[in-house]
């Protein structure tokens, strides 16, 4: 069955900065997701993308994140100067509807800000 | 904007047994979609059951079903026959009819005891 997956699985870094976060959706889907959970919080909306831009993203998305599908089957996510606020489980989804859709989500990728 | 709360943190049931996990949330549409997603230890979320707000039938997945009452706003998910692979962390969540955004809750760790 496909999956999304998620690379990596865990990443330590230090303040200030950069960090990629890697996600291959499934293969069929047009519309992708960044969700993160700071540790004992909600899942939080981050981004979502369709057509090569961002088609809605939240406050928490400012102009330290940015979103890429480089080569047509990774999704990248981009801290800039990582904050150690950053701190939190950063889950990808993809889906083949925009609205409504079911979400397929990868297992997480845990960043830790020193 | 909306919100989503789940009241209990932690629920257990027997082997067998039936379980309801509660939601409640907030909004001023009158048209929205209302989803439970499972997250397994260390898998990824995985969608359980999907209702559309404009549809009074409450919708039911093989052992899963909702209660949906919306003059409440209150979305429950009913599991029958407990099996031990149910046990999982359980989240509601929102999405408007007009947009791709997840809102989630707070989590439902559920664990089902043989």
């Known amino acids: 069955e496909p999956e999304v997956t998620q690379t990596p699985s865990h990443q330590v870094t230090q303040m200030g900065q950069e960090v990629i976060l890697r996600c291959v959706p499934i293969?069929?889907?047009?519309?992708f997701y960044w969700y993160r959970q700071i540790l004992g919080q909600k899942v939080e909306f981050l981004v979502s993308?369709?057509?090569?831009?961002?088609?809605?993203k939240s406050e928490i998305f400012d102009d330290q994140f940015s979103v890429e599908r480089p080569d047509g089957s990774n999704f990248t996510l981009k801290i800039r100067s990582t904050k150690l606020e950053d701190s939190a489980m950063y889950f990808c989804?993809?889906?083949?509807?925009?609205?409504?859709?079911?979400?397929?989500f990868g297992e997480g990728s845990r960043l830790t800000v020193l | 904007a909306q919100t989503v709360t789940q009241s209990q943190p932690e629920m257990s049931v027997q082997e067998a047994e039936t379980v309801t996990l509660s939601c409640t949330y907030d909004?001023?549409?009158?048209?929205?979609?209302l989803f439970w997603y499972k997250q397994p230890p260390s898998r990824q979320m995985i969608l359980v059951i999907r209702?559309?707000?404009?549809?009074?039938q409450n919708a039911t997945e093989n052992r899963f079903s909702v209660n949906f009452q919306k003059a409440a706003k209150s979305f429950s998910l009913k599991i029958s026959d407990s099996q031990l692979g149910d046990t999982a962390m359980y989240f509601c969540?929102?999405?408007?009819?007009?947009?791709?955004?997840?809102?989630f809750g707070e989590g439902t760790q559920l664990t089902v005891n043989p």
């Open positions: 989804a993809s889906s083949n509807r925009g609205y409504a859709g079911e979400l397929f």
């Open positions: 293969s069929n889907h047009l519309y």
């Open positions: 993308f369709y057509n090569n831009e961002i088609s809605e």
């Open positions: 909004t001023s549409e009158s048209n929205y979609y």
């Open positions: 209702q559309e707000a404009y549809k009074q």
């Open positions: 969540a929102f999405m408007m009819t007009s947009g791709s955004r997840l809102t």
